[in-house]
């Protein structure tokens, strides 16, 4: 089973809030070889803005806190159980549709194509307005 975990979804693994054990419990079944997770290289400059943003507000240190996440990636990669989406000329295109057929930002549109595109059994977000995005993509079978 593959798992698309988007920008909001990867960054509640690395700093704790509401969503944070759902996302913890997806990082261990891949741990157990039970599923892949997935998501766009995209993604990874994304949370480098959030947690740049998590860092001004005191937070946390934004760069421990990327290279912990890096490693960690380099592990799940290292098993298998990871895939990283490039951000191709295919992967554009379609976003580029999907932005003038629902009117959303390129990084959703990146993300919704990179789950097209490795066929992923479920899509992870807890950003509300992607969350509307994703039920008219699913029922359109984009």
């Known amino acids: 089973m593959k798992i698309y975990l988007d920008t909001s979804a990867i960054i509640k693994r690395y700093v704790e809030e ?3 054990n759902e996302v913890d419990k997806y ?3 891949s741990y157990k070889n039970d599923i892949v997770l997935v998501f766009s ?12 943003k998590y860092e001004r507000k005191g937070m946390i240190n934004a760069k421990e806190t ?5 490693n960690e990636l380099y592990v799940l990669a290292k098993l298998g159980n990871l895939i990283l989406v490039p951000v191709s000329y295919d992967i554009i ?17 990146i993300q919704l194509a990179s789950f097209k595109k490795e066929n992923c059994d479920k899509f992870l977000t807890f950003d509300e307005k992607l969350k509307k995005v994703l039920q008219k993509f699913m029922s359109k079978k984009s």
């Not at 295109?93 to 549109?109: G, L, N, P, Q, R």
């Open 66 to 70: 990327f290279k912990t996440m890096i």
């Open 93 to 109: 295109k379609t976003s580029v549709e999907y932005i003038f057929k629902f009117h959303i930002y390129i990084a959703d549109a």
């Open 41 to 52: 290289h995209f993604n990874i400059g994304e949370c480098a803005v959030v947690f740049d």
């Open 27 to 29: 990082f261990e079944k």
């Open 18 to 20: 509401e969503g944070t």
